[in-house]
């Protein structure tokens, strides 16, 4: 596909994977519109797109969350470009704690940012696109399979990845493309949430990838219209062990689960640091 010109509007744009897909559409002669909460950074961004070849960039300071933010900004965003070709969904974050030690506040924020977040761009911005265009949600792992310490985050995760699943029939008859792109463990300030901290290294499940990449992947997902990404053999399988022998996948997730909780126990810190 070509992008030069092409409107991609992408959400958590001041950060990680936002931001390198924000680079990687300037770089293709797009013009970028970011959307995140902290005004520096998008505006650190928006610059760095446009030294990059950006056909143009726009930076909005919202709250994903929050619909009547999401309204303004989406309004803003029609009046501004008049159209939108690109839809990444992708502002979210996670936490990592025992079910009993999450406050409801916390469950409630993961669903609101990472589910109702892409529900509202979505409802807002569809008016805007035409046949052609395309919406990727960025989801994870969790969203895919469910690990201890990712009940609300997981739960958030899983019903993006229903929402996705539901639309994309839907909007295939109207000619957009709807993709899912579910990332394992990247190396990005997500991971800077005081609850990562005592998170062992291992539970990242696997080598860490560079938020680059993950943008590559993205685009991919779209220049290829993959349906579904899941970046790593091991997720695959993972996913096909999962259904094929629940039982056995459970017991597998259990004990390495009961090994992290002894990691944890003597004091490893995670190591995982924003880059
Ligand atoms: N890193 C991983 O290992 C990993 C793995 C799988 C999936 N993912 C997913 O990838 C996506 C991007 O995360 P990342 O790894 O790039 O982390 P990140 O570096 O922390 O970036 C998160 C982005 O989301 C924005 N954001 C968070 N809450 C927001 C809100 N309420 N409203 C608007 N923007 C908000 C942040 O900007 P502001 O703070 O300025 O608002 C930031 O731009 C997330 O959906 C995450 O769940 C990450």
Redo the contacts with the bound molecule.
């Keep these: 596909m070509d992008f030069k010109g092409k409107y991609a509007v992408i959400?958590?744009?001041?950060?990680?994977?936002?931001?390198e897909t924000a680079i990687a559409f300037a770089k293709r002669g797009a013009n970028v519109i970011l959307?995140?909460?902290?005004e520096k950074?998008?505006n650190e961004v928006k610059d760095l797109c446009l030294q990059k070849g950006a056909a143009g960039a726009f930076a909005f300071v919202?709250?994903?969350?929050?619909y009547p933010q999401v309204k303004l900004a989406c309004g803003k965003i029609a009046k501004r470009c008049g159209r939108v070709d690109v839809l990444v969904n992708?502002?979210?974050?996670?936490a990592y704690r025992p079910f009993e030690n999450q406050e409801v506040y916390e469950l409630e924020?993961m669903m609101?940012?990472?589910f109702f977040?892409t529900v509202y761009f979505t409802k807002e911005l569809l008016r805007l696109m035409q046949s052609g265009s395309h919406i990727v949600n960025?989801?994870?792992?969790?969203g895919k399979l469910a690990f201890p310490n990712y009940s609300g985050?997981g739960a958030s995760?899983f019903a993006l990845s229903g929402f996705t699943g539901s639309i994309y029939y839907e909007l295939k008859e109207r000619g957009i493309g709807v993709h899912l792109v579910?990332?394992?463990?990247?190396?990005?300030?997500?991971?800077?949430n005081e609850s990562f901290r005592h998170m062992p290294k291992s539970a990242?499940y696997g080598k860490?990838?560079e938020?680059s990449s993950?943008a590559r992947l993205i685009i991919d997902a779209i220049e290829k219209n993959r349906r579904e990404v899941v970046p790593t053999l091991r997720g695959r399988m993972g996913i096909i062990l999962n259904a094929l022998f629940p039982q056995f996948f459970g017991f597998i997730v259990s004990r390495n689960y009961q090994r992290r909780k002894k990691e944890g126990r003597n004091g490893q810190e995670n190591k995982i640091r924003?880059v």
Aim: hydrophobic fraction near 30%; include cysteine.
């Design positions: 959400t958590g744009g001041s950060s990680g994977i936002g931001r959307v995140a909460r902290n950074k998008l919202c709250d994903v969350g929050d992708n502002a979210g974050f996670g924020q609101k940012t990472n977040g960025v989801s994870s792992m969790a985050y995760k579910c990332p394992t463990g990247t190396k990005t300030r997500f991971f800077d990242t860490m990838m938020a993950v924003a």
